[in-house]
Protein backbone atom coordinates (compact mmCIF):
# COMPACT_ATOMS: atom_id res chain seq x y z
CA UNK A 1 0.00 0.00 0.00
CA UNK A 2 1.20 3.61 -0.74
CA UNK A 3 2.31 5.68 2.06
CA UNK A 4 1.29 8.79 0.10
CA UNK A 5 -2.16 8.11 -0.96
CA UNK A 6 -4.60 5.42 0.32
CA UNK A 7 -6.98 3.79 -2.03
CA UNK A 8 -9.90 5.66 -0.97
CA UNK A 9 -8.30 8.96 -1.73
CA UNK A 10 -7.03 7.41 -5.33
CA UNK A 11 -10.14 6.57 -6.02
CA UNK A 12 -11.95 9.34 -5.51
CA UNK A 13 -9.18 11.53 -7.26
CA UNK A 14 -9.94 9.44 -10.33
CA UNK A 15 -13.21 9.33 -10.44
CA UNK A 16 -13.24 13.21 -9.93
CA UNK A 17 -10.65 13.76 -12.78
CA UNK A 18 -12.97 11.49 -14.75
CA UNK A 19 -15.96 13.50 -14.38
CA UNK A 20 -14.94 16.47 -15.01
CA UNK A 21 -14.11 16.95 -18.76
CA UNK A 22 -10.53 18.56 -19.52
CA UNK A 23 -9.68 20.33 -22.89
CA UNK A 24 -7.31 17.00 -23.91
CA UNK A 25 -8.29 13.53 -23.01
CA UNK A 26 -4.23 12.74 -23.24
CA UNK A 27 -4.02 15.25 -20.57
CA UNK A 28 -6.52 13.43 -18.72
CA UNK A 29 -5.18 10.35 -18.92
CA UNK A 30 -1.86 11.74 -17.91
CA UNK A 31 -3.23 13.10 -14.73
CA UNK A 32 -5.08 9.75 -14.08
CA UNK A 33 -1.78 7.73 -14.18
CA UNK A 34 0.13 10.38 -11.81
CA UNK A 35 -2.36 9.83 -9.21
CA UNK A 36 -1.96 5.73 -9.97
CA UNK A 37 1.89 6.17 -9.69
CA UNK A 38 1.40 8.19 -6.43
CA UNK A 39 -0.80 5.70 -5.09
CA UNK A 40 1.90 3.04 -5.81
CA UNK A 41 4.84 4.78 -4.78
CA UNK A 42 6.84 3.74 -1.53
CA UNK A 43 7.14 7.63 -0.33
CA UNK A 44 10.53 8.31 -1.33
CA UNK A 45 9.03 11.70 -1.50
CA UNK A 46 10.58 12.48 1.74
CA UNK A 47 14.29 12.07 0.13
CA UNK A 48 13.20 15.34 -2.05
CA UNK A 49 14.86 18.41 -1.07
CA UNK A 50 12.54 21.43 -1.68
CA UNK A 51 12.89 25.29 0.34
CA UNK A 52 10.38 27.41 0.87
CA UNK A 53 10.84 29.96 -1.88
CA UNK A 54 10.98 27.03 -4.49
CA UNK A 55 7.69 25.48 -2.75
CA UNK A 56 6.54 29.20 -3.24
CA UNK A 57 7.67 29.14 -6.72
CA UNK A 58 6.06 25.80 -7.71
CA UNK A 59 2.89 26.51 -6.33
CA UNK A 60 1.98 29.92 -7.50
CA UNK A 61 3.91 30.82 -10.46
CA UNK A 62 3.90 27.70 -13.13
CA UNK A 63 0.79 27.44 -15.60
CA UNK A 64 -1.95 25.00 -14.68
CA UNK A 65 -2.18 24.60 -18.82
CA UNK A 66 -1.08 21.10 -19.90
CA UNK A 67 0.70 23.19 -23.21
CA UNK A 68 2.19 25.58 -21.29
CA UNK A 69 3.28 23.28 -18.65
CA UNK A 70 5.28 21.34 -21.03
CA UNK A 71 7.71 24.45 -21.39
CA UNK A 72 9.07 23.35 -17.74
CA UNK A 73 9.96 19.75 -18.52
CA UNK A 74 13.55 19.12 -18.62
Do not use: C
Not at 30 to 51: A, C, K, P, R, Y
Request: zero cysteines.
Amino acid sequence: MSEILDEETTAKIIKNIRANDQPSPHFQATMINFVWSLHQSDGGLDEIDLDEEEMHEMLNQLPTNPELELSYME
